[in-house]
Nanobody, 125 residues
Framework: QVLLEESGGGLVQAGDSLRLSCAAS????????MGWFRQVPGQERRFVAA????????YYEDSVKGRFTISRDNAKNTVFLQMNSLKPEDTAEYYC??????????????????WGQGTQVTVSA
């Protein structure tokens, strides 16, 4: 079983950058596809980015393309989300998630088997 812990959130100004990290415990991390999602109170959890187990396949939600970069370091059991040019609308709780399935839509939260506790990102105007 994999446990996930996010870090790196905080309060920043519009235009600033943040790097989120998601550290995984367990030896099966390298076989998991990883995703980042975000959620605003009262709204559903929404897809941000995903990376497959090799790092060779990456997906982004349209509003973050060109600003956010997902990457992984399997040797360190960590996945990252580099967020540049942050906007107030990026404010949310950010969650990382692991999927051990070889099928399913990366954009769908139901594909993912394990979730972290979340880290808050707040972007002021």
């Amino acid at each position: 079983q994999v446990l996930l812990e996010e870090s790196g959130g905080g309060l920043v100004q519009a235009g600033d950058s943040l790097r989120l990290s998601c550290a995984a415990s367990g030896s099966t991390f390298s076989s998991a596809s990883m995703g980042w999602f975000r959620q605003v109170p009262g709204q559903e959890r929404r897809f941000v980015a995903a990376i497959n187990w090799t790092g060779g396949t990456i997906y982004y939600e349209d509003s973050v393309k060109g600003r956010f970069t997902i990457s992984r370091d399997n040797a360190k059991n960590t996945v990252f989300l580099q967020m540049n040019s942050l906007k107030p609308e990026d404010t949310a709780e950010y969650y990382c998630a692991a999927s051990f399935r070889r099928a399913g839509n990366y954009y769908n939260p139901a594909r993912y088997d394990v979730w972290g506790q979340g880290t808050q990102v707040t972007v002021s105007a």
